[in-house]
């Protein structure tokens, strides 16, 4: 079974720096995508990025880039340019190729302070 | 932008009763997913469905959930003999084909 692992249960940068919210994963599968999504105080959950296995090259999206190290099994989410309404838990997800099921982490809860 | 839409966004039921969740997917997605969120919890996955059956499903989804499709827009789960360990946040999501999964704003689920 995929296990993902999200180690900063909070952080907190200035409006404006940069931030990194780590995120490893577990699996046996060479075919998968990954994911990041944001979670505001709405509870509503927003896809902020995605990154196929099979792709070198790292996703971005904006302000919104990814580190993804597939050996070390690692997909970290930088932000750039953090603004005061990046504040959300932010949730790291797994998915196998073959099956749609996603498997989240714990999340991150991230305040941008002014 | 198409988005998907989920009805009520605040359901209060008592122990026991039967509650049904509502889902409209954005309309050329195929690929339709119920997960649950317990508060100050992670996102669970509950099941997904496609082609008018169920396609995986994990150990949350007993006998008592059920999911229909009951006509070309709607996608329901059906909660038979609600628990107070229902109570949760239901997403329901939907897919154009297995990849990025778009989420509804949810309905937050109240057993008492």
């Known amino acids: 079974a995929q296990t993902v692992t999200q180690s900063q249960p909070e952080m907190s940068v200035q409006e404006a720096e940069t931030v990194t919210l780590s995120c490893t994963y577990d699996?046996?599968?060479?075919?998968?995508?990954l994911f990041w999504y944001k979670q505001p105080p709405s509870r509503q959950m927003i896809l902020v990025i995605r990154?196929?296995?099979?792709?070198?090259q790292n996703a971005t999206e904006n302000r919104f880039s990814v580190n993804f190290q597939k050996a070390a099994k690692s997909f970290s989410l930088k932000i750039s340019d953090s603004q005061l309404g990046d504040t959300a838990m932010y949730f790291c997800?797994?998915?196998?190729?073959?099956?749609?099921?996603?498997?989240f982490g714990q999340g991150t809860i991230l305040t941008v302070h002014p | 932008e198409p988005e998907v839409t989920q009805t009520p966004s605040h359901q209060v039921t008592q122990m026991g009763q039967e509650v049904i969740l509502r889902c409209v997917p954005i309309?050329?997605?195929?690929?339709f997913y119920w997960y649950r969120q317990i508060l100050g919890q992670k996102v669970e996955f509950l099941v997904s469905?496609?082609?008018?059956?169920?396609?995986?499903k994990s150990e949350i989804f007993d006998d008592q959930f059920s999911v229909e499709r009951p006509d070309g827009s709607n996608f329901t789960l059906k909660i038979r003999s609600t628990k107070l360990e229902d109570s949760a946040m239901y997403f329901c999501?939907?897919?154009?084909?297995?990849?990025?999964?778009?989420f509804g704003p949810g309905t937050r689920l109240t057993v008492t």
């Open positions: 699996t046996s599968e060479n075919n998968y995508y």
């Open positions: 997800a797994f998915m196998n190729g073959g099956d749609g099921k996603l498997t």
């Open positions: 990154q196929e296995a099979y792709k070198q």
């Open positions: 469905f496609y082609n008018n059956e169920i396609s995986e």
């Open positions: 999501a939907s897919s154009r084909g297995i990849n990025e999964q778009y």
């Open positions: 309309s050329n997605h195929l690929y």
